[in-house]
């Protein structure tokens, strides 16, 4: 099956396999994956990939991405230094980065609590509206964000509820 991957070019693991999402002539990043375990992976993430459906014409003429690389390994291909850790979580990007720093705000460049209104769609409530045991995993990865508890997509729901209680005691 061929896997769509809507953030253009990309190259990811899955594991241990490596896939190359390229350009084809329709102009979309796709790379062939015949592993059913990989597809439903890829699949998962519903906002990078998803299964290719060609056009029945190419809407426009793509330039050349220049010489044709060697197709994916059939192999895991591993750095030279050896195996990469997993990243940091980082934020999404809600937060408004500090313009003489360049980092994020905290305690003391932030503004005071009573500088921000109601009316601010940016300001951060103190409690959730409801309990983490009823918040979808998408809703406990922003209270975790919110609270400044690390936390990693591949987290389940009930990993992400025992960081967070962990954090507030």
Same mark, same amino acid.
């Given at each position: 099956?061929?896997?769509?991957?809507?953030?253009?070019?990309?190259?990811?693991?899955?594991?241990?396999?490596?896939?190359?999402?390229?350009?084809?002539?329709?102009?979309?990043?796709?790379?062939?994956?015949?592993?059913?375990?990989?597809?439903?992976?890829?699949?998962?993430?519903?906002?990078?990939?998803?299964?290719? $459906?060609?056009?029945?014409?190419?809407? &426009?003429?793509?330039?050349? @991405?220049?010489? =044709?690389? *060697?197709? #994916? !390994?059939?192999? %895991?291909?591993?750095?030279?230094?050896?195996?990469?850790?997993?990243?940091?979580?980082?934020?999404?990007?809600?937060?408004?980065?500090?313009?003489?720093?360049?980092?994020?705000?905290?305690? $003391?460049?932030?503004?005071?609590?009573? &500088?921000?209104?109601?009316? @601010?769609?940016? =300001?951060? *409530?103190? #409690? !959730?509206?409801? %309990?983490?045991?009823?918040?979808?995993?998408?809703?406990?990865?922003?209270?975790?964000?919110?609270?400044?508890?690390?936390?990693?997509?591949?987290?389940?729901?009930?990993?992400?509820?025992?960081?967070?209680?962990?954090?507030?005691?």
């Amino acid at each position: 099956m061929q896997i769509q991957c809507i953030l253009g070019y990309a190259e990811t693991d899955v594991m241990g396999r490596t896939y190359r999402f390229e350009r084809n002539s329709q102009g979309h990043h796709v790379a062939e994956v015949a592993d059913i375990r990989h597809q439903q992976c890829l699949l998962s993430a519903d906002w990078a990939y998803r299964k290719y $459906e060609p056009e029945a014409a190419p809407s &426009e003429s793509w330039p050349d @991405d220049g010489p =044709a690389q *060697d197709p #994916a !390994p059939t192999e %895991p291909v591993e750095p030279a230094g050896g195996p990469v850790p997993d990243p940091e979580p980082v934020g999404l990007g809600h937060e408004p980065a500090n313009a003489d720093t360049g980092k994020q705000p905290t305690a $003391e460049t932030a503004p005071p609590a009573d &500088e921000t209104t109601a009316s @601010d769609p940016d =300001a951060v *409530d103190s #409690a !959730p509206d409801k %309990p983490l045991e009823d918040m979808s995993k998408d809703e406990l990865m922003a209270e975790a964000e919110r609270l400044g508890v690390p936390v990693k997509a591949r987290m389940n729901k009930d990993m992400i509820v025992e960081a967070i209680l962990a954090a507030e005691d």
